[in-house]
């Protein structure tokens, strides 16, 4: 389900949007900056901050995940059902583990959130449908040069 073109853009956007559904039918939009690959057909995210999105999850399973490269101008719209585990299941400790080493041991995991993905689909900008020549390379070194920042070299 998951393509390498998919995990790579989810390891490298620093932040994507999870949409849950309230219990008065309206919508429920989230960051999420610890957003990862678990496996071929799931996705996991730790549950930091967003009491009202666990809230939803356990009464309504289905999830929306929507992460797009700011720079590129696409990403990809995730659909899926999630589990919640907490502290003293095995998947909950390696999360709170790799969260610690990434950002040490202040930031609160009060959940592992698993997204078994059922759809996804492509998000791309309308300029790469609706302005001739457009490439990522282009729409890449445009945004760049709109937020004033310069593009990660690999050492």
Do not use: W
């Amino acid at each position: 389900m998951l393509t390498d073109d998919m995990k790579d853009l989810v390891a490298g956007t620093m932040l994507c949007f999870a949409a849950t559904i309230n219990e008065d039918g309206s919508p429920n939009l989230s960051p999420k900056s610890s957003l990862r690959v678990h496996d071929d057909t799931h996705l996991l995210f730790a549950n930091m901050a967003s009491p009202g999105t666990a809230d939803n999850l356990r009464r309504d399973p289905r999830i929306e995940l929507n992460c797009v490269d700011i720079f590129s101008r696409r990403g990809y719209r995730f659909s899926g059902r999630a589990q919640l585990f907490s502290d003293g299941d095995p998947l909950y400790g390696v999360l709170r583990r790799d969260v610690a080493a990434e950002h040490g041991d202040s930031l609160p995991v009060y959940d592992a959130v698993l997204i078994e993905v059922l759809n996804a689909s492509p998000v791309i900008s309308p300029a790469y449908t609706f302005v001739d020549g457009v490439t990522e390379e282009l729409l890449r070194n445009a945004y760049h040069g709109k937020y004033g920042v310069q593009p990660l070299t690999a050492s």
